[in-house]
């Protein structure tokens, strides 16, 4: 029966059989599984044998409940899940929502006691249907008889309840004795029973199930498997347009070959890799479409498929494509973009196949995401604004004790002295290297020194833009003048609304000037000022 | 040594059909047995209803295998124990007694199965059981509800015909209005209502159980946390009942039994709590010697019993058969000196004999058709993975970033920073990349010029617990400026590394000392 879930979840075959064989005959009153990398695939996996399960027809009957801590994040609502799902009573809004009721008509939801007591309850009323059930499958006359009822509760993410319902965990590990029924519960965990576990063994320890990651050659087989059931999902009228088509298997069984080989290194989950191949594939298949379509010569209304491409067109497909293949994951791995948008903009050109190849590699691009936007928005800020960002970067990174050194202008103008670069790891009295504040985190400052600094800034880069004003005699009164006008601070105050600048004390304290933190990276930074031609590199206490 | 196992197993296992039933045809067998007589690799298909079977009985032994625990010895501690404790329960079944009792002993030596299966014998005098646990009742408040609500169960409603309900329900509302204080709950003994008593009423249920026209056996599971409730009051109004109770007509008997781990239990009792406690304290202990635990582990593996067989011709035969072949196996596994030796240093780690029962159990499940038999890598294997887990069994397979962030921390560990950002770990890694920019890192053959996606793999192993946060996030602090500390130390990351087999990051990780 499980051999449908080996077959669709390849690489689980182990965790299948080891899973079935466990509920179909005794299983441990406390399960613990755990996936380091493909939790929610494995996740799938438990539900499709759970459901397998439940559906044959053996003794003891099976009946689960899969609740997640996320979605259950209540006490009420963890116990109103199982015990609902396990009778499979779906609570209506016509009629107030109601949950499943006994005969007696007890509240179950309100602590661990009535939940247990609503367990049994649930478990007599199951065992007196299944009982019913297969009294008329054997057509024997023992109306009322109970028959074997197992009940199989999966918790998915109990690290969870852990840090919300802290008190339910101990009840629950323990759940089997506490209701004395052929119970089972099943903890689904990314994390190890280690960092659940309560103190003081108030938990027995579970029998754990460690699933393996996936390999490469069973992600590879899975997402095949899968596109079959994408051929399904995606009928279209034109076989032009439909990039998931059964006549384009085998291209498609080259390309995840591919994808995977790139990528596999990087995520072992085949969520992942599968979001990246449904980002990338209509872009592959497209010349080799596109082709078809400009021969002609298949006739669309007879269904003909697609002969399969030449070795030549299929590796000048790989050498095209390869490149973007990475791009790909560098884009939708962090979600920096989703995959249809990332689908649109790297769709390659029309008719890619017919172009010289040397162009072809170029047309199929490498757009980045979420990252392009940032700088956009960035720059189109106003001149001064960009200057403050650059000055609160400093102030956010430099000590303070270094600025007289940094951008002091002494009469004898002496030589600007860095930090000496040392080699990070060693120091002389044995005690830890200090790290680079960069690699810290922004440091907050008050206000008058990132003005102060933003002074020496503008007196050093921007001096020559503006126009000589006949009234300042002394030289730096101009730049006074520039960084006290009120422009600076409500800049400032912009800034911190669109979270480029972090204030860090309380907007109602008075006394001390106000304090902020630099929100923006280094690169955001260094492009800045690229631009405003400020030479950042000098001005870092902490040279990169 | 395996000739004096067999001689000692033989003969405890002379006093295990005393108890646990072997049949005599399996005797017979085990008689004209021949270990070293060859036995078929794979499992013929005629045997395969015969193997499930066997595997199922194996695994329901092994979900109580305190059951096969006093078939030891009568003298054992275990056996002593359940003398005490039948004498105690019966005492208060049948000769109305107050009793009051602590059962005492490790995680996982019996203690509530003997309980459970104590009270089994006295099933025919129909006592009222009412079951705590000190895990779930928090408070006496928690308690008190849970016995009406046990009470009512048992007591009501097998009793009441359905008519009279409706007009019960509507008297136990309109009492709620009524002064608690005046009211007495006695309506509960003798007219059970369906629902619960109001919980004004609730502190003068105790007194009550001495009314009930049956015996009553309280069970407090986990004791020691009753005795953290603030004045242990419930504790104080049991043990206080047991002591009230007389024998005479009316009364029916009380007993309270205790169960816990915790050794210095009657010393948090309160002194009033004390005195009215008997401090009658039955030990329970998990199998003394290896021996025990070997002649456990044998009778779990040969079921006496197999239920769920199909009856048809040939039967005798192929139990016969199936009987013969798996004897021979298991006697073959367990006579194994490498086999003897995991029961050995499991038995020297821990004398719960729950682990021995999951690592059995899953090697129980691990055999299949095609390998039918128990064989030593498979107990090596779930010993591993079942006694005590190591960081390292589970974590060697994590992806390239991954591996690379574990090195970076371990390098920022010795460079004497406990906690670290992930933009410290990511210029680690970047440093390391420009040192080898001669010899770029390699992985399938491709070549990784630079590492991408590392905040993913950073956040993956943050949900994997196996970077925990310093100190809280906060909305001040930028994702890659949060601070971070390693749970996994040096030495596991070196395991992990070394096991990865990737020879560019085992340089890095040489290069930390």
Redesign the interface.
Known sequence: MASDAMRRYPGHENFC??LE??LS??P??FIYI?D??AIRTTTRVTGTILDALSTTSSSPAIFYAQVDCVTSFTARLLYENIVNTLVGWEPRWEDGCANWKDD?DTRWNE???SF??GLRAAHTHLSRKAGAVMDTGKGKGKAGVNSDVRLVIVIERP?RLKETLP?LL??FT?LS??S?LDLSIIFLS??????IKPPL??S??P??V?V??PSKEDIVRNLILNFAALCEDSPSSSPFNNPYQSSLKSLYIHFITTLC??C?????NPQELQYVAAARWPGFCKPLLDQYKACGDIDMESGEAFPPPTNDVRMRLTKTFNPTL?AA??AL??RLTNAADWALANAPPDDLLSLPRAQGVQAAGTQGGGAAQQGAALAALPRMAKFILIAAFLASTNPAKSDVRMFGRGLDERKRKRRATRA??KTRGG???K??Q?????APFAIDRMIAILGALLEENDFDSRASGKQFKIPGEHTDMEIGRVGVFSYVMELTSMRLL?R?TPSDRLDGPPQF?C?ISYDATLALAKELKVALNDLLWDPL | MPAVLEEESDSSDEEVSELAIVSPKKQAFRADLNPSSNIPESLPDHLLPRFNACRRAILKSLQCPSLVLPAAAEDSVNGIAVKQLVELIDGTVLRAEGNSCLVLGPRGSGKSQMVDACLEKVAAQNPIILRLSGWVQNTDRHALREIAFQLLQQTGTSLLPDSEKVQLDDASEAEEDENPFLDSPDHLAEGPTLSLPPSSHLHALIPVLLTLSRPVVVILDAFDLFALHPRQSLLYCLLDTVQNCRASSESRGIAVIGITSRVDTVQLLEKRVKSRFSGRTIRTAPPADLETCLTMVRTILLPSNMDGCGEGEGEEEEEEEWNNLWTASVERFLAAKDVTNVFNETFTITRDFKVVARILTACIIRIKPSQPYLSFQDVSACTDLQRSRLRTTYLNKLSYPALCLLIASAHTDTAGHKSFTFEMLYDTFRNQVRALASAPVQVNGGNIGMMRCTREAFEELISANIYMCVAAPSSNIAKQFTKYRCVIDQPDVKAIIDKAGNTNLKKWLTKNQ
């Open positions: 059989y080891e064989t466990l005959n005794h441990p009153g755990h380091l990398e007696l602590n661990m006691d247990v007591h690290e008190e101990v009840p323990r004795e506490l004395r990314q994390v190890g029973w280690e960092d063994g108030a027995p320890d029998y754990y460690d393996p990651p080989d790139v596999y290194p990087f995520t072992h990475t994951l560098e791995l962090p990070p790891g005690g830890p290297s790290v680079a960069r690699l810290l985190g922004p972090h860090t933190k929100a």
